[in-house]
């Protein structure tokens, strides 16, 4: 996992754990322990590309758009194009 792709799979997560009413439930929708998410989010440890899996499937998205370059709300994340 790149850098970049780290600091978007961090910045996700914290914002789901806000959408998930905080670390132990949004840990327990991802199925791995609190301390597996605090230490990846706070720096401890380097990730593997499982707990990316296991965000997109807890958020309902694919890998791809958790970790792709982030796309404006008013652009269509596929084609790019701006709402008619």
């Known amino acids: 996992m ?7 799979l961090r910045a996700a997560l914290r ?3 806000g959408l998930f009413g905080g ?3 949004l840990a327990a929708a991802m ?3 609190k301390t ?7 720096g401890s440890n380097r990730t593997t590309h499982g707990l990316a899996l296991k965000a997109a499937r807890a958020a309902g998205t694919t890998v ?3 970790l792709g370059r982030p796309v404006a ?4 994340p596929h084609c790019g194009r701006g709402a008619p």
Do not use: H, I, K, Q
């Open 73 to 76: 709300a008013d652009r269509c």
């Open 2 to 8: 790149t850098d970049a792709e780290a600091m978007r």
């Open 15 to 17: 914002n789901m754990r």
């Open 64 to 66: 791809e758009r958790l």
């Open 23 to 25: 670390w132990p439930c």
């Open 31 to 33: 199925g791995v322990p």
């Open 36 to 42: 597996t998410l605090t230490n990846f989010v706070y």
